[in-house]
């Protein structure tokens, strides 16, 4: 990182005593400041609760010279885009506002106010089939379950997670409400690979792809790590 945009973030944070108003403990998350440079990433702080394996960081991106805020979800990564800013004051504000919503919505297991109206519509929390998911499967355990819909990214929802932690490794099957439908996407040490296996325009239709395909898609990615 350069060094006048490091010298730049350090004398934001030091002018408008940035620090002072986190709180140690916020929605069950743990406040941990880090206050250093991170690659082309300059992190501010992170909440994190260890137990949910959920997390919240907050960092100036020197590529895009904007504030911005990054959620993990087991080992799911993404950022709130409402945050965005290239302007620390306008961040500093956003985060007053909407921080401890954010983390509360964050540390919600069961649906709650994270699933969207879509997701109910579909009635995806009430699947039974979803209800009935294996809670393991070849060395992966069932992290999100329908009921559990974990809001993603350009109008996707995770409604099914499974996790090896140890491998970095992981299966997800997605619903996004824009084009109504269901797809897959595996990772095996955190690279993703796109497939096709859960394509469904509805839950009967992935009712039937996961019948058939979730175990050997499993057990392809466990002889793949």
Not at 38 to 57: C, H, Q, V, W
Not at 75 to 92: H, S
Not at 94 to 115: C, F, P, T, V, Y
């Amino acid at each position: 990182m350069k060094t006048n945009v490091k010298n730049k973030i350090v004398a934001e944070a030091q002018s408008a005593n940035f620090f002072e108003k986190f709180q140690p403990e916020l929605c069950g998350f743990t406040f941990r400041k880090i206050f250093d440079e991170d690659g082309d990433k300059f992190k501010y702080f992170t909440y994190e609760n260890i137990a949910l394996r959920r997390s919240l960081t907050t960092y100036f991106h020197e590529e895009t010279m904007e504030y911005k805020v990054n959620v993990k979800v087991g080992l799911t990564e993404f950022c709130l885009t409402k945050f965005f800013t290239g302007n620390f004051a306008d961040f500093n504000k956003m985060l007053d506002d909407n921080l401890e919503k954010n983390l509360s919505m964050l540390g919600q297991i069961r649906g709650g106010s994270e699933s969207g109206e879509m997701i109910r519509e579909k009635k995806i929390s009430d699947w039974q089939y979803g209800k009935n998911l294996p809670k393991n499967s070849e060395g992966f355990e069932l992290f999100i379950a329908p009921a559990d819909a974990v809001k993603y990214t350009n109008g996707s929802y995770i409604i099914i997670n499974y996790v090896d932690f140890d491998n970095e490794s992981d299966l997800k099957i997605y619903y996004n409400v824009y084009g109504d439908i269901f797809s897959g996407e595996s990772s095996i040490k955190n690279v993703p690979h796109v497939n096709y296996l859960f394509d469904a325009e509805n839950l009967k239709e992935l009712e039937q792809k996961l019948e058939k395909n979730l175990v050997p898609e499993l057990k392809r990615i466990r002889a793949e790590i």
